[in-house]
């Protein structure tokens, strides 16, 4: 069975850090690029980082830029991203994607999200 899970989400103060996972299985990860979503409620879901299949290309939505890192580490079939000095305004639920190789193509497998909440 082709599934892609996410964790690591929670409640956490501004200023906090959490770190979430994408874990495959059943899906050939290195021949994936991983994209990070997040929807927060009534707003449009949004990509927050993508890492390509090699890992050489990352991109990061602007306001994710020096706080969120994605790492992928194809021996554990699990995609990361850190995400450092939270504000409220990344609350939402974050979804991980798998696409073919590279950041710019299409979605083809989701996972079902986890709930990241920034809140004091």
């Known amino acids: 069975q082709l599934q892609l899970v996410e964790s690591g989400g929670g409640l956490v103060q501004p200023g906090g850090s959490l770190r979430l996972s994408c874990a495959a299985s059943g899906l050939n990860l290195p021949n994936y690029a991983i994209g990070w979503f997040r929807q927060a409620p009534g707003k449009e879901r949004e990509g927050v980082s993508c890492?390509?299949?090699?890992?050489?290309?990352?991109n990061y939505l602007d306001s994710a830029k020096g706080r969120f890192v994605i790492s992928r580490d194809n021996a554990k079939n699990t995609v990361y991203l850190q995400m450092n000095s939270l504000k409220p305004e990344d609350t939402g639920i974050y979804y991980c994607?798998?696409?073919?190789?590279?950041?710019?193509?299409?979605?083809?497998?989701w996972g079902q999200g986890t709930q990241v909440t920034v809140s004091s």
């Open positions: 994607a798998a696409k073919n190789y590279h950041c710019a193509r299409t979605e083809s497998y």
């Open positions: 890492i390509s299949s090699s890992g050489a290309t990352i």
